[in-house]
């Protein structure tokens, strides 16, 4: 199993990366599936500065590659990733009607003072801020229609030392609990690797704890925007998540 279910492409205001480039090398290297998963931010933040593309012009080119390459054995899955769903929800939930994806990821950037954690941070985050982060994530996997949670602990990506959590061990387990529940699949996501963190995301005593609560539904994303990135580092995830004991979300 070789899979990728987080990628971002030209339609991703942040992504340069073309869709039928990352497919050819998907395929060279020998991956099953890809997901690709553009964002979908309707923060007033991010959509004052950013816009949105048309997603149902992503939605038919998409359509359109999956038919070229119809022959060959990579499965091409059309995905988003919701910025800050629970905080938009009512919104963002009418415009998704409109559109037909495969898969949904949800991911949390911002806290509640809107402090941007998925960038490069401009001060340090205090331990209310680690358990405001965690709170958001709460409220999303208990309300939102979304398949994978993803990039969780994104805001310790440009730390460059392992920050003390323990506080937030009660909000994890009820994070856990409410994905278990709901069906949604834990990320592994492998972006941190080519940041100052340099660590797998969620944190590895995280991810046991996942797995202590019955947690056994998992996602593999690099969170990749450039080709180079695209594979980056996939030989250092954990061998567990290629045992046959884990669930994919699709």
């Given at each position: 199993m070789k899979i990728d279910y987080h990628l971002h492409t030209e339609y991703s205001y942040d992504s340069k990366l073309k869709a039928s480039d990352l497919i050819y090398k998907a395929i060279e290297l020998n991956y099953e599936a890809?997901?690709?998963?553009?964002?979908?931010?309707?923060?007033?933040?991010?959509?004052?500065?950013?816009?949105?593309?048309?997603?149902?012009?992503?939605?038919?080119?998409?359509?359109?590659?999956?038919d070229q390459f119809a022959s060959s054995p990579l499965r091409i899955i059309c995905g988003v990733e919701i910025g800050d769903f629970q905080r938009v929800s009512a919104y963002a939930n009418e415009f998704l009607a409109q559109l037909d994806f495969e898969l949904r990821l949800g991911a949390v950037h911002f806290l509640s003072d809107?402090?941007?954690?998925?960038?490069?941070?401009?001060?340090?985050?205090?331990?209310?801020?680690?358990?405001?982060?965690?709170?958001?994530?709460?409220?999303?996997?208990?309300?939102?229609?979304?398949?994978?949670?993803?990039?969780?602990?994104?805001?310790?990506?440009?730390?460059?030392?392992?920050?003390?959590?323990n506080h937030c061990r009660g909000l994890l387990a009820d994070i856990f609990q409410v994905m278990i529940e709901r069906r949604i699949a834990l990320e592994i996501n492998f972006s941190a690797l080519r940041k100052p963190y340099g660590r797998i995301l969620p944190d590895l005593w995280q991810i046991d704890l996942y797995r202590s609560l019955g947690g056994k539904l998992f996602s593999i994303g690099s969170d990749a925007h450039l080709l180079e990135h695209f594979d980056l580092n996939y030989h250092l995830l954990p061998s567990w998540l290629f045992s046959g004991e884990i669930d994919l979300p699709l």
């Open positions: 890809i997901a690709i998963t553009e964002h979908l931010d309707l923060y007033p933040y991010e959509l004052t500065r950013f816009g949105l593309p048309s997603f149902a012009r992503y939605i038919k080119q998409l359509a359109s590659l999956k809107h402090t941007n954690v998925a960038v490069p941070l401009k001060r340090p985050l205090t331990a209310s801020d680690h358990e405001d982060y965690y709170r958001q994530n709460l409220a999303l996997v208990s309300a939102c229609e979304i398949q994978v949670l993803a990039h969780l602990g994104v805001h310790k990506r440009y730390l460059t030392e392992q920050p003390d959590e």
